[in-house]
């Protein structure tokens, strides 16, 4: 089974800040990636496909990046809307997430 | 409009039994492979459950290989996840999301809550 380690875990930043989310794969995936975003009682939206791909309607200060076990979901300049659950799932296999990053106000 | 909605979500005692559905409207439903995911309290997300448009490919977690069994009716635009010998652990949110083959997941459901315990 392929496994997906995600950090951090939760951070802290201010609307504005540039966020970095990192997700590695335990075998290589190609770039068979996705990032959910995911508010508190609410079903996950993606973000991102196929690792860098920019979903329907998703803002474009988000971006994905990387390939094979290596991958980062970036938000520049971070909005109110923005604070919420992040998770990467890779979909090369059966479908594993990631832990989930919180993002959180500082 | 794409809408997933799911049902069957209850109060169960460990080793019963439960049949989740998720109804399926505003797409071809045949054409889509899908999922069960589920989320227990405060927890990440967990891929469960997989079928492909037909029906003729099945996968799961290893966590409930030979306890659930996802299946589709296209002709009622309907997946199922039916659900036995459950555990405390199975206490979940259950999410059905579809993708374009095995793709990522495009659309979700609001999810139903399964609660198992005495």
């Known amino acids: 089974d392929i496994q997906m380690t995600q950090s951090p875990s939760s951070l802290s930043a201010s609307v504005g800040d540039r966020v970095t989310i990192t997700c590695r794969a335990s075998?290589?995936?190609?770039?068979?990636l996705a990032w959910y975003q995911q508010r508190p009682g609410k079903a996950p939206k993606v973000l991102i496909y196929?690792?860098?791909s920019l979903a329907s309607g998703v803002p474009s200060r988000f971006s994905g990046s990387g390939s094979g076990t290596e991958f980062t979901l970036t938000i520049t300049s971070l909005q109110p809307d923005d604070f919420a659950t992040y998770y990467c799932q890779q979909y090369f296999g059966l479908g594993t997430f990631g832990q989930g990053t919180k993002v959180e106000i500082k | 409009e794409v809408q997933l909605v799911e049902s069957g979500g209850g109060l169960v005692q460990p080793g019963g039994s439960l049949r989740l559905s998720c109804a399926a409207s505003g797409f071809t439903f045949s054409s889509y492979w899908m999922h069960w995911v589920r989320q227990a309290p405060g927890k990440g997300l967990v891929w469960v459950s997989r079928?492909?448009?037909?029906?003729?490919?099945?996968s799961y977690a290893d966590s409930v290989k030979g306890r659930f069994t996802i299946s589709r009716d296209n002709a009622k635009n309907t997946l199922y996840l039916q659900m036995n010998s459950l555990r405390a652990e199975d206490t979940a949110v259950y999410y059905c999301?579809?993708?374009?083959?095995?793709?990522?997941?495009?659309?979700w459901g609001q999810g139903t809550l399964v609660t198992v315990s005495s």
């Open positions: 079928i492909n448009s037909d029906g003729s490919s099945t």
């Open positions: 075998h290589s995936i190609s770039n068979y």
């Open positions: 196929k690792a860098s």
């Open positions: 999301a579809r993708t374009v083959g095995g793709e990522s997941a495009d659309y």
